[in-house]
């Protein structure tokens, strides 16, 4: 059973930081493509960051060198590290995880409030 898991969210200042990770479980993690996407009520989800099997990175056009994904295949593990967080970045972030035409799945999310 494939389980993704997100940590790290929370309440936050303007300006402040958080560490997102997402433990991933059932899956040959190594060989996936992951990404964390958002979605703030009344809006569509996004793409915030994907990082693929080989480590080439994408960010959303918002992130603006703000955020760094980064993974660890010895840990099965997928994290978003977020600096100079604004209020427009409150929403809940879900794990994504790709084998690009054949699979993927998504993690619960988790909940990132930035206040002003």
């Known amino acids: 059973q494939v389980q993704l898991v997100e940590s790290g969210g929370g309440l936050v200042q303007s300006g402040g930081s958080l560490r997102l990770s997402c433990a991933a479980s059932g899956i040959i993690f190594s060989i996936y493509a992951m990404g964390w996407y958002r979605q703030a009520p009344g809006k569509q989800r996004e793409l915030v960051a994907s990082?693929?099997?080989?480590?080439?990175?994408n960010y959303g056009d918002f992130v603006k060198g703000r955020f760094t994904i980064s993974r660890d295949n010895a840990k099965n593990t997928v994290y978003l590290q977020m600096n100079t967080l604004k209020p427009e970045d409150t929403a809940v972030y879900y794990c994504?995880?790709?084998?690009?035409?054949?699979?993927?799945?998504w993690g619960q999310g988790t909940q990132v409030t930035v206040s002003s």
């Open positions: 994504h995880a790709q084998e690009l035409g054949i699979a993927d799945f």
């Open positions: 990082i693929t099997s080989g480590d080439s990175t």
